[in-house]
Structures are given as structure tokens and as C-alpha cells.
């Protein structure tokens, strides 16, 4: 019997060594085919990824030009209005908010933060309110509330009686300091 053992060993071990070395070689040839997999999942998942976003370029342009559509279809310019607000140094007067009515009727009514607010006294100009008006004479009343001078509740409206003729019309609502006579003024043009 130990004759049959000492005999088997070496052919087992070598039938071991073989099935090692085919188990290393197929292992081998899987790490082979995984990196290839990895490889072209990743190339896959980049054109993926541009494809992505060029449909999100596309969409995004689709969006504004609906935008400018709906702008265009909504308020055409030849009875389009559009009425600004603008601000300058604030010293006598701290806005709080702007109530606009248009013939009679209130068309906006708008509260401001404090960085808007901010962003007027340093040279921005906030589009308050934009319509379609017939040809004609119409009337625009702006009221206007916040802090006067001294920290007073300060609440003073302005009117302007303006024609809309053929074309876009802009209206401009400034508030403006009046050093003279240390208060705000509420000036109302039309944009040429």
C-alpha cells in the first residue's frame, strides 16, 4: 500500500500543478476579458454622458427660443409697454414698495428686498411691469412707499398722462434726491 501512495503522490501533485496553472491561466484570460468589459463600459457611458448634454444644450436652447416666442406672441411691439424703475443715491427716501395702476386699474404692486433696493441706488433698473395698450391716450399712476427723511413712514405718488401711438412705448419711474430741499422726487418720463 505504501508503495500505491508513494506512487499517486507525485501524479497527484503534478495533476494539481496542472490544474493551478489552467485555473491561473483562466484567470488571466477573465482579468483580460474584465478590463476589456470596464474599458467599454466606460467608452459606452462617456458617449453616453455627451449625449446627454447635447440634448440638454438642446433643450435649453429650445426653451429660450420658446421664450422669446412667447414674448414676441404675448406682447407685440407695436402695442407693447414697459415701465422701469430706477433709483439714485436713496439718501431721502429707503423703497419699500411700488403700486402701479394703468387707466384706472392696478397692474402691479411690488414689494422690494433690501438687495434690491441696493442694486437700484448703485445704477440698476428693475422692469416693474410690461402690457399691451390700445393707440391712444392713456393715464399712469405710480405710488411709491418706504422711509422719507428723518426714518418717517413716507408714502407720495406720481402721475403721467402719456399717448401710445404705433410702436413700443418705455416709461421710466425715477426716484431721485433733491439736496435743495433734502427730499425724494418722483419723476415720471418716456423713454425716446
Do not use: C
Not at 19 to 43: K, P, V, W
Not at 55 to 81: I, T
Amino acid at each position: 500500500m505504501r508503495r500505491l501512495v508513494k506512487g499517486a503522490v507525485p501524479g497527484v501533485l503534478l495533476m494539481m500543478a496542472g490544474l493551478a496553472a489552467n485555473a491561473q491561466d483562466l484567470g488571466s484570460a477573465a482579468t483580460d476579458a474584465s478590463l476589456a468589459n470596464e474599458a467599454e463600459s466606460r467608452q459606452e457611458f462617456r458617449s453616453l454622458d455627451e449625449e446627454v448634454q447635447s440634448l440638454k444644450k438642446e433643450v435649453l436652447d429650445l426653451n429660450r427660443d420658446l421664450f422669446l416666442l412667447e414674448e414676441e406672441l404675448l406682447f407685440p411691439a407695436n402695442s407693447q409697454v414697459a415701465f422701469f424703475i430706477s433709483m439714485d443715491i436713496g439718501e431721502y427716501f429707503g423703497l419699500d414698495s411700488v403700486n402701479l395702476k394703468v387707466d384706472g386699474k392696478e397692474v402691479a404692486n411690488y414689494l422690494y428686498t433690501q438687495r434690491e433696493v441696493d442694486a437700484l441706488v448703485r445704477g440698476g433698473v428693475h422692469r416693474l411691469h410690461m402690457e399691451n395698450l390700445k393707440v391712444g391716450e392713456h393715464e399712469l399712476i405710480a405710488v411709491f412707499t418706504g422711509k422719507g427723511p428723518h426714518g418717517r413712514d413716507y408714502r407720495r405718488g406720481a402721475t403721467l398722462r402719456f399717448n401710445k401711438g404705433i410702436g413700443a412705448k418705455y416709461v421710466e419711474l425715477e426716484i431721485t434726491d433733491r439736496i435743495s430741499k433734502q427730499q425724494p422726487e418722483f419723476d415720471i418720463r418716456e423713454w425716446e
